[in-house]
């Protein structure tokens, strides 16, 4: 529950285009403007990971149906030009099977995006300044609320839309009242409140896997340090 | 969500919707997903719906895992829904409608249509280290699944989770995805040391590849 994957039919069309777009803009930019030269080593990890992250969000912890997707690690090890990649594969494949919509997968990569990378990026500055178990945590926590907080954006963008599908008139105590008006501070607080939960508890499992990691594959996690 | 399974209903299924070739189903998705984006009353999206779970029953794909994996986006129209004031009865039907007919279809597209046909029809339009990252991550799926499943065995025979115990429930559940994190790196390396010696050069040659 750390993260949302947005839906099919609740956002315009405007909105889930530019989101393909954007990914495809970032993907081109990451990689040269599309001339890939990924070493073989790069490819490997990349189709393992996402793998990774696939199987980890099959993982559920009942009876709520939570479950991790341990994102933030894989950015850590992906770094974040294989992230953008990584993501899209993962919210494609995820798509196919209602985890996540269809028309929304460039949304969806976005928000992962984000995740990932904030994560990776917080984690290689606080690595030199935290204890491993403390600055896995904390890449996690932020990580995952930029992913929330760009959830949270693309819904905003979308609210005028979001009302527009949701409004009806309707007749209350001899009164006409239009009903169907988002409220995005209320949205906000579910949103950010229940993430919280998540937020902490893959923080938590984030770290136990950074501090094994670290013990089992020092390389993995000190290497990030030159990507 | 049964990853072996659903990729076993998409490949060995036998009906006359898994003989459909891919491309064709693929433009019908699309123009099924333009049309209920558009339908905004409740008749017609009920009627598309129906028409979503009849070909799920007339292609014989089990109907529990096609609701499972439809109703997934229950999560987020209930928080959604808890957000908007004075939303009709109507309203949130034609939204509930919707999404879950559009999921469905979706579903029944996937459960019929295998992985490498999807990403054969996808190299078309996508570059080619795309379509050899999702090749790759297709597979590893598999290579890696059979590890998953006794981490998740060794989980359980060190106590798995115990609600009472939260922070060494989650110890116990990081250190058994530690485990399995190594064994994918490990396989990770032993697929890099293939491809080198196989002279992999950001591509893979498929079936139904236009270029290779």
Redesign the interface.
Known sequence: MSH???????LP?WLWVAGYVISALL?AIL?RK?T???Q??E??????????M?????????PI?FH?N?SV?TGIILKPRMSI?AA???N??L?????G???VVGLNTLVLTIEMVAGCCMFRFLQKRMPMYGAGFAATVIGLACGTAASFGIIAAGSRW??Q????T?IHLGKQ????????G??AV??FS?GLIGWI?EG??????L???SK??PG?ISNQEAG | MDLYYIDYISVYGRSWMHRVPAAIKMIALALIILLLLNIQTIPLLSAMLAAVILIAITAHLPVKTVFVLMLYPSLFLVILFFSITGITVAAVLIIILRVFAITGAVVVFFLTTSYPAIFSILSRFLPGFMIAALFFTYRSIFIISDSLNNIRTMFHLRGGINYRHPAATLSRLGTALGHFLVHSIEMSQRISDALKVRGFKNRIYHLGDKNG
């Open positions: 949302i994957h947005l839906p099919d039919g609740i069309a993907v990689w599309g890939a030269t990924a073989p080593r490819f490997a990890n990349l189709g393992i990971f996402a793998a990774v696939i199987l980890a969000m099959a993982l559920e912890i009942p149906g991790f341990l690690i990649i899209f594969i993962v494609l494949m798509a196919f099977v209602g985890h919509g269809i028309t979001i009302e599908i949701s409004q009806s309707y009242f239009t009903g169907g008006h988002l409220i995005l209320r949205l579910i949103m229940i508890l938590i499992l984030t770290a136990a896997i501090v094994f990691l089992n594959m993995l």
